[in-house]
């Protein structure tokens, strides 16, 4: 028995071990996707997953092809005809110049056109390329973008729970000083009324989580965008001085982009002014008769542009002008981007300034103000109204100390965008 026993323990060990191995491969899944999702986590799945990035690589490819597909010459033509064939017998015999003709042709393109139009695919592919750079800048800006709007709400919705749940306390509190005739009705509806403008906004605030959730998933998958995010941003960014950002301007992939159109357009103005050369074909023949010597022929043909002249010069003008048309649109496409530098890095500096204003200064002396606040209404020197501005300026304050951290580091995100830095 025991020639049974071995087959039967290895096949158990065997299955054991595929379940054990798929179950450890369900369970690091469903622990990554409830992982908290840092904004380093989602870029790189949006760049990973950006279709428009593939499809700029797949446009890449294709070019490629096409620029070794241009090098080569056009298919040979093959002409078959029955010759001089009288038409009361139709026979082969009955005239000498009757024959069964068979022939074959080579068409040469003009000049040196089939290495231009190979070098035009190939710049366009290099383009493909360098447009691929540009959308996987713009994935990475945009996941950020989302992934910081959807932290702001996020931190938003637990700043104002823990502000709700001081105004419970206080409508609490009111309550119990009501009943005991130290305090007014109003002051009770008042802190109802607070509380209900909250709950208002948990609901705003929950509206803007879906909205933001559904932008980000569309760069990363609604899976990954349900995951909860991690707590900390990213440290600030010491961006060098102005001057020496806008150097890296010409370095963007939209402005290589229009390097590589213009290039292509130069590419186009050297094929128009092949139109100005001949067209060759080669060609060879042989007839075959009954009775007489065969017949072979061969030549070339030369087409010469001799009446297509002016259409010949209205193409190659044509093309010279989308040329300077394609450079004046890199001009423009320098001067836009220079001009968005320029000014996101004015926002940036301003916003850090005022990020530091109010984390240093503004919400210290609004959380001194509301304990002082409350100190005074708790020995009757100031009005139940008094205390809930306060407290209603110590949470928006707060918010607002939230929102120029995180529209600092969208600021932030727009000018990697522009410098290429951290992409």
Known sequence: ?????TPVLAGTVLAFGFLSGLIQSVYAKSYSLSAPLSLQEAERIAVEKDPLKAKHLEMEKAYANESVAAKFLPNPKLNFGLNNFPTDTYSRTQSPMTQVKVGIEQPFPRGKTRRLRSAHKKILAQRQR???NNQQRVAVRQTRKNWLDLYYWQRAQVVVLKNLKLFKLMLRVTEDRYRSGRAMQHEVIRAQLEIDLLDDRLIKIKTQ??????HLARWIGPANASRPLAGKLPRKVNFAKLPQLLLKIESHPLLNSDKDSIEARRKMVEIARQSHKPKFSLYASYGQRDERA??????????????????NKKNVIASENKLSAA??????????LRDSLSSQFSIWKLLSKRYMRYRKIIVPKAEINSTTTMYSYQNKRLEFSTLV?????????KLKLLRLKV??????????YLTGEGI
């Open 1 to 5: 028995m025991s020639y049974l026993k």
């Open 130 to 132: 360098t447009l691929s």
């Open 209 to 214: 989580q879906k909205k933001y959730t559904a």
């Open 294 to 311: 065969d017949l072979s022929s061969a030549g070339i043909k030369m087409d010469i542009p001799i009446f297509r002249t002016q259409r």
């Open 327 to 336: 450079m004046l649109a890199r001009n423009v496409r320098y001067l836009q």
């Open 389 to 397: 501005k306060a407290r209603t300026i110590e949470l928006n304050v």
């Open 407 to 416: 529209d600092l580091k969208k600021s932030e995100s727009e000018l990697l």
